[in-house]
């Protein structure tokens, strides 16, 4: 490094008129004493906590709050867990419940084949939901109910969609149409079943005309309470079920797909009361969740703050070797003044208050948004455990892991660039080519799904073999195709990655052992020999000088 006597009695015309002033008043021992308190201050930033504890005796109180964080989050993840497990298991049940009672004959994993044929059989199961809706009360063991708008019972939609016009002869190879879709509906509105009879054709004026049929659809709309959150002491939500029943029509095939769409809010219920000490243990779990948001607010102020730090050190150190070395420091040092870690946590404090606030408003009732409270609070607890790591990188045998990912991230961010090309290529052309012909193939997300899946060796022979052969060409280039995929990305593609990590991986492990190069901050830093125990430090928290905190002198 240059000598900072001559850099000292130096000033160049774009410097500061307040610095130069200083810098021309400031003897030589002056700047050797503030370049040694800055070495002394960057060596204490980058030690780890004992380091920092052994220095100055300043206790890890970050480290803690990251441990009692941890525990508390994964706590308070579990709970919600398992209340959203009831949550989604009564979504799904429901679901399987109404296809059992409005569609005729339905059995269990039905639903990609479930389709009628003949006309008979299409009146038969718009009849059949149609009755079994208005006696849904006697026939339904669940606690649903019509939905009610003031005194009424809402009525159940009957609508059928067609072409304005049409005249089809498909024996004579003519027709003539009129594409636009016109919509009618036909509403029943519940009634009490007194008796046995039924709902059919000859009560109700509903035909249809399936040469310009597209679609039917009946819908409805249900009410039903979640009792089961009762026995986990948790107070029950209201759940709304607006139900569609779709008669697909539109390849006029022959074929006439149904299905049954449930579409589910949560709502708050209108008047509840339950006896015992729900409420206490209610209250209990407030109290929690209240208390991990103070933790995690304390996680964020420490955390906002060292890093204010850094960056607060960073320009010092930039303006120090700036003046006085007359050399701009390099990116990568400059990024070392800002933790990544810091900021890793930071989110994940902001992401874990978020839902804590959300988790505490879903237990008064006040929302129901268990999915987005999920979201936030599943990230966050992953990115707290994440941060853990950064404590253990400060140990060499338990940081081979976070060296190599940090060496090897740009490399494999730029050869995944490459190989995505590639991959995008691949999708395309098999999603065109192989979508008539294979059910792996039909939507670009299956696809590269199914190429995702051959890449690591999964289900091959059954992509093989569900390749329909009704075009010899298509199966001859289906076989070119997926050999091809496989033998490029699992024998080579696959390879070069493992490799391209591999030998960052053995590059770490070496430095490891004949240590690293160093930037021009650790030597910087190098030549400060005071050791954590030497009481040096100690002394320099009690009379620290800036150094440029006399620039008007």
Known sequence: MENPEAAVSSCSTHDDENLCSYKRHLSVSQA???????????????????EKFWARGRKPWKLGIQLLKIAMVTIQLVVFGLSNQMVVAFKEENTVAFKHLFLKGYMDRMDDTYAVYTQTDVYDQIFFAINQYLQLPNISVGNHAYEKRGAEETALAVCQQFYKRGTICPGNDTFDIDPEIVTDCLYIEPMMPLDNTTVGKHNLNFTLDFHRLVTVQLMFNLKAINLQTVRHHELPDCYDFTLTIVFDNKAHSGRIKISLDNDIAIRECKDWHVSGSIQKNTHYMMIFDAFVILTCLASLILCTRSVVKGIRLQ?????????????????????????????????????????STLKMEIQAKSLTSYDVCSILLGISTMLVWLGVIRYLGFFQKYNLLIL???????NVMRFCCCAAMIYL?????????????????????????????????????????KMQQKSYLVWLFSRIYLYSFISLFIYMVLSLFIALITDTYETVKHYQQDGFPETELQRFISQCKDLPHSGRYRLEEESSVSLFCCCNG
């Open 32 to 50: 050797g004493l503030l370049e040694d308190q800055l070495r002394r201050k960057l060596k204490f930033f980058f030690m780890n906590p004992c």
């Open 315 to 355: 320009r010092e150190f930039v303006s120090f070797f700036l003046y006085y070395y007359k050399k701009e420091v390099s990116f990568s040092d400059q990024m070392e003044f800002v933790n990544g870690w810091y900021i890793l946590i930071m989110v994940s404090d902001v992401l874990t208050i978020v839902g």
């Open 404 to 410: 190599t990912l940090r060496a090897a991230l740009p």
């Open 425 to 465: 290529g691949y999708c395309f052309c098999g999603w065109i080519v192989l979508g008539p012909y294979h059910v792996k193939f039909r939507s670009l997300n299956m696809v590269s799904e199914c190429l995702f899946s051959l890449i690591n060796g999964d289900d091959m022979f059954a992509t093989f073999a």
